[in-house]
């Protein structure tokens, strides 16, 4: 649970907490963006924490909380009140996710209704938050019947899981509702794992190490990692341990010639160029001009170099030097709904029809860039994504239409056990972020 803020704040910080699900939910921008840009209207750490915690939750529960709203709320409002709509749920969350005292929670959510100059909305909110007070049992247990309610996802998703995994639905939902760990990846160029574990020791920084990532540390506790050791020094990286899963697979070489495709922000690049010693003809390509910024930024704080430039994967004949590659690196466009804990908003901006879509752009890059793999290369397909559709089907798809390609097992001790081609891992499991992994090579 987050610290609470003063007392004098408590109206301001639900206020700017409402407009940043509101920037989400009514104008379809991503967290990732609204976040930063609302945490930085606060100096003081604990209100930082305290709007952070409001703004997951309340997006991470909204399904749920959403379907309770629909039981105190007699009339449906109006689409300008969405504000208003938001408030309420902002409210519900704190009285059921939060250590704020219930009666603090409802007066200073009402107290945000003066801000929104909406004063006719003070005795509806209050009114709603006061009844979910008093029937609050009553309520969840009619709204948790359903089971897309009760564990706060979209019907389409729930319905997916529940054939595509019909053992292990339940736990993968849940697990999109928890808070996911903080894993770093230790730069091996800079110190060894140990050496990193025990400059966090010095610093009284509680650590692990991950047990399938050979640089991965877990930490015990959420941070600033720009105040951590060597931070500075580029000593680690922020990647989840699933993520490091790719360059121990690909397993580059010095001096091969290697492509990652859809590279931004620049993890999986910077761990490949660790795991090589930085010896690698490396080519990383990006779509998105802004986000290749943000790769190039990654690069220079951890000491690395490489080639790096714009350009669309199913578009090789735009960048492609007809020079064929060693290996590949496909970190595929995906659904993105393997992080959902991380990324509460994709359950709200995520719909089928763009599974759709991007299984064909899939399709079409795996098809382009098999044309620049060398014979006797391999290529790493990889998603964050649990659906089958973009993982198992589509790898099962292109083996049938590519006669030279062949899939090549994974010997690895984690992952989905039930997944034949490939290896899926599913939200939680060993900590990790869901992910899917299909090591594919090219007959000579």
């Known amino acids: ?5 003063s007392q004098n704040s408590g109206a301001h910080t639900r206020f700017v907490a409402l407009k940043m699900c509101l920037q989400v939910v009514e104008h379809g921008r991503s967290l990732s963006q609204v976040l930063p840009e609302g945490l930085a209207q606060f100096s003081d750490k604990r209100e930082r924490s305290f ?30 009140d969405e504000d208003v709509n938001q408030l309420i749920l902002l409210g519900l969350f704190q009285i059921l996710h939060t250590e704020t005292a219930e009666h603090a929670a ?56 529940r054939k595509a995994y019909p053992e292990h639905w339940q736990e993968i939902l849940e697990a999109n509702n928890q808070i996911a760990p903080l894993t770093l990846r230790n730069n091996a160029l800079e110190q060894s ?22 640089q991965g540390i877990v930490l015990e506790q959420s941070t600033d990692i ?31 010639k290697i492509l990652d495709a859809c590279a931004a922000p620049g ?41 790096y430039r714009v350009g669309d994967a199913s578009q090789a004949s735009d960048w492609w030097d007809g020079q064929p590659f060693d290996k590949i690196l496909l970190d595929a466009p ?21 599974i759709e879509e991007l299984v064909e752009i899939q399709q079409k890059i795996l098809d382009e860039l098999w044309q620049t793999l060398k014979p006797g290369g391999q290529m790493l397909y990889a998603t964050c994504s649990v659906l089958p559709q973009e993982n198992r089907e589509q790898m099962q798809a292109f083996l049938e239409r590519t006669n030279d390609a062949e899939m090549i097992p994974l010997a690895v001790d984690w992952g989905w056990q039930d ?26």
Request: net charge neutral.
């Open 193 to 214: 794992r140990d050496e990193l574990l025990q400059a966090f020791a010095e610093a009284d920084i509680q650590a692990s190490e991950h047990p399938h990532c050979q």
């Open 419 to 444: 997944s034949e081609i490939g290896r899926q891992i599913l939200p939680g499991q060993d900590g990790m972020d869901g992910f899917y992994y299909c090591l594919l090579q090219k007959q000579a």
């Open 106 to 161: 409802v007066s200073e959510t009402v107290n945000v209704t003066a801000k929104l100059k909406k004063p006719w909305a003070k005795g509806l909110v209050n009114g709603i938050l006061r009844n979910f007070m008093r029937e609050k049992d009553a309520i969840c247990a009619e709204v948790d019947l359903k089971p897309a309610q009760k564990y706060s996802h979209p019907q389409w998703f729930f319905k997916a899981m």
């Open 267 to 307: 993890g999986k690049t910077a761990h490949l160029l660790e795991y090589a010693n930085a010896d690698l003809d490396l080519l990383a390509l990006e779509k998105e001009p802004e986000r290749l910024d943000r790769l190039a930024e990654n690069l220079h704080r951890l000491g690395l170099e490489c080639d």
């Open 226 to 256: 720009t105040q951590l050791p060597t931070y500075d020094e580029g000593g680690f990286s922020v990647q989840d341990a699933a993520a490091q899963q790719a360059a121990q697979i690909l397993q580059p070489q010095a001096g091969q």
């Open 51 to 80: 709007v952070q915690n409001l703004v997951l939750g309340t997006l991470r529960w909204q399904f749920r909380l959403m379907a309770i709203r629909s039981q105190l709320l007699k009339k449906k409002l109006k689409a300008k």
């Open 1 to 5: 649970m987050s610290e609470q803020p």
């Open 334 to 354: 995906c659904s993105a709904t393997g992080i959902i804990r991380r990324h509460p908003d994709i359950k709200w901006h995520r719909i089928p029809e763009d």
